[in-house]
């Protein structure tokens, strides 16, 4: 019996959801097509009735996942200022973000392995990245638009690359260390 296409969509989407987290947690390289499949609970041949490819699937969950960023939920569409800000970039650059990564920021999880993807996948993450940014200049009080737009490309830039340090490094306490460093200096971005 063929399923219906609310059925089939459903189902796509719980593919996407699995492998978001599935991507995040072990890497895309890292996480064959059975592994995310059993993850969402279908069988592995059912994955070329979704998606023509891997590729394909790292694309949309790039483009899925951006709003599940700690960044973007906990300062986007809030009101803007300094508060706000300060606590966005404390809730991204928190040991709970860091050690959970398959609930967390894409960009950071992923960046290394989305600089290799192609360029639809790295257009999608260039725009998660645009994204990050324009939630961060909306907190930016007194400062023109495009000055606001610089100093959040280098807060998101050190915010982002501080996550991928903080999970890379062996040391506990250098690892909290860089968070909570980089979390001063994305904030004194916008001084």
Known sequence: MRKSREEATRTRERIIAAAAEEFR????????????MKAAGL????????????????????????????????????RPGRKGLVDAVATYLSPEHRDNPGQGC??????????????????EATDGFLKFVN????HAEGLRPDDARKRAIAAAATMIGAMTMA????????????????AGLAVRCFE
Not at 107 to 123: K, M
Not at 135 to 138: F, I
Request: no cysteine; glycine share 8%; hydrophobic share 40%.
């Open 135 to 138: 939630v961060l200049a909306e």
């Open 106 to 123: 894409a960009l950071a999880a992923l960046g290394p392995e989305l600089a290799r993807a192609d360029a639809r996948t790295r257009a």
């Open 167 to 182: 999970r890379m490094v062996k040391d506990p306490e250098l690892s909290n260390t860089i968070l909570k460093s980089s």
């Open 25 to 36: 947690e072990h890497g895309v390289v890292a996480t064959g097509l059975a592994d995310l």
């Open 43 to 78: 069988t592995h041949g059912g994955f070329y009735k979704h998606f023509a490819s891997k590729d394909e699937l790292v694309r949309e969950v790039t483009a899925a996942t951006i709003d599940q960023s700690p960044l973007i939920r906990q300062a986007g569409g809030k």
